[in-house]
């Protein structure tokens, strides 16, 4: 079952990302697809009792976009039009785990997980 509020999510997330302007880099379903496994809204955080870490929540995915987006568009060596022609496919971006240049970190508690067998 979907949640709105993911999709949501991932439209702010494909909103903003800059897209190559050779449409077969941006993958639309594949994106989705990785997004949901790398967000702590799409990502089960146990399978088989074991805890699996979550690489990025949503938001600070859609802030990396943004930040990416600004950084390609704002390359002063090369032309807006051209840094474009080698934006990689946004499926590519998030696999890659390209987007964790883009993410600040907070400073959270840290938190202990015991595996009890």
């Not at 946004?90 to 959270?108: C, F, K, P």
Request: glycine residues 4%; neutral net charge.
């Amino acid at each position: 079952m979907t949640n709105r509020n993911d999709h949501a999510e991932f439209d702010q997330f494909w909103k903003y990302y800059p897209h190559c302007k050779r449409p077969r880099r941006s993958k639309l379903e594949v994106t989705r697809g990785i997004f949901k496994q790398i967000t702590t809204s799409g990502r089960k955080t146990i399978v088989d009792g074991i805890p699996l870490y979550v690489r990025a929540s949503p938001e600070q995915l859609v802030s990396a976009a943004k930040a990416y987006a600004e950084d390609v568009d704002n390359d002063y060596e090369v032309p807006s039009s051209e840094a474009r022609k080698y934006v990689p496919g946004a499926h590519v971006w998030l696999n890659q785990s390209r987007h964790s240049e883009w993410i600040e970190e907070e400073e959270t508690e840290e938190v202990k997980i015991r595996i009890v067998k």
